[in-house]
């Protein structure tokens, strides 16, 4: 449906010509031409406007991205500015190829990373889900954000076993029980300029909320980037033990929970990047050789499809669309072996000693 009111028009109008005069290497402003522009500047989803899905690079021209699906149907009408954006992030996904089919396969193809010595600090694979029927974060109302909230924490309620825990919402936790569990790398805060700009902050902290198991291997948060952050983690380096808890808690919430799922991109979520399976599998690991020299490291990791960031390595799987779930981690889970088999080699040869950066 073509409609947009002339209000809305004359200021998607106004940004598009100051758009124009910015410098910015955003793909969002890459990928909007003049013929784009004036192909979507009409088109209105049931609640969401073309400006709804750039504002926020509007704001932030620094921006990698610089622009959010508001809800579901955005990535249908709006494709033509989707499309491109989504196939150069994702290196190759053009708008005629589909992503395969829901594929957790068995958490045993995978080992323990420390197998060959204490490398690997801690390990985490989560994902993002969306609830089918609502729409993304920026278009939720109050009553909306409090009644997803509702749907899902009895949800978490029906976890059993090594999954069960307590569900907080954080406009009930005190000053001192948030800064402790940020403090421990458990709790999400609010949303940084780029979500801020995008409208994804609203009505915070109200509808926002932490699920924990008992021994915090197990974390959901709600309603921080996405409806769901679904999160397993652990010290040391496991990755079959913490997919396998993974698979369990995001199967038993898939069987309560209707996830918003496109047979063409998958999973869908709030951002662009986030497509597909959703899922990122990471490590934290020392790398005292490889750490100093950033070349072989980056290369080595190229190779498997990973990002090594910063200069505390958080290692993690960089696609997420047109891969398995288990096709993602056996990637990384490869990647991240060979990399420390390349530390181990140096270490055994002396060379490029040095201290960790981790």
Not at 169 to 174: E, G, Q
Not at 265 to 278: I, Y
Not at 285 to 298: F, H, S, T, V
């Amino acid at each position: 449906m073509e409609r947009v009111d002339p209000e809305t028009l004359a200021t998607l109008e106004k940004e598009y010509r100051r758009l124009k005069g910015v410098s910015s290497r955003m793909l969002m402003k890459k990928y909007l031409t003049k013929d784009v522009f004036d192909k979507l500047k009409y088109r209105v989803t049931e609640a969401a406007h073309a400006l709804d899905v750039i504002k926020s690079g509007l704001a932030n021209p620094d921006s990698g991205i610089g622009l959010y699906a508001p809800d579901a149907e955005s990535y249908t009408l709006f494709a033509d500015l989707f499309d491109p954006v989504i196939d150069q992030y994702h290196g190759g996904f053009g708008p005629s190829e589909r992503h395969p089919g829901i594929d957790f396969g068995s958490a045993d193809s995978l080992g323990d990373l420390n197998e060959w010595g204490d490398y690997v600090v801690s390990t985490r694979v989560r994902c993002a889900r969306s609830i089918e029927g609502y729409p993304f974060n920026p278009l939720l109302t109050a009553e909306q954000y409090a009644e997803l909230e509702q749907d899902v924490e009895v949800a978490l309620d029906t976890l059993d076993g090594d999954l069960a825990g307590y569900y907080r919402p954080i406009n009930r936790l005190s000053l001192e029980e948030q800064d402790k569990l940020l403090e421990e790398h458990l709790l999400f805060k609010q949303g940084d300029r780029f979500l801020e700009a995008a409208g994804a902050c609203r009505f915070w902290p109200d509808g926002r909320g932490i699920f924990l198991n008992a021994d915090n291997t197990l974390v959901v948060w709600v309603s921080e980037e996405d409806h769901l952050r679904i999160i397993s983690m652990q010290d040391g380096g496991d990755l079959r033990q913490v997919y396998s808890r993974f698979v369990r808690a995001v199967t038993a919430l898939g069987d309560r929970l209707p996830f918003s799922y496109s047979q063409r991109l998958g999973f869908l979520n709030f951002c662009p990047t986030n497509l597909g399976s959703a899922i990122r599998a990471s490590v934290h690991i020392r790398l005292p050789r490889l750490g100093n020299d950033r070349r072989i490291l980056e290369d080595t990791a190229d190779q498997f499809h990973l990002q090594a960031k910063d200069f505390v390595f958080d290692i993690s799987n960089r696609r997420r669309l047109g891969l398995t779930e288990i096709e993602a981690l056996q990637e990384m889970y490869d990647g991240v072996r060979e990399i420390i088999r390349l530390e181990k080699t140096m270490e055994k040869n002396g060379s490029r000693k040095g201290s960790a950066y981790f």
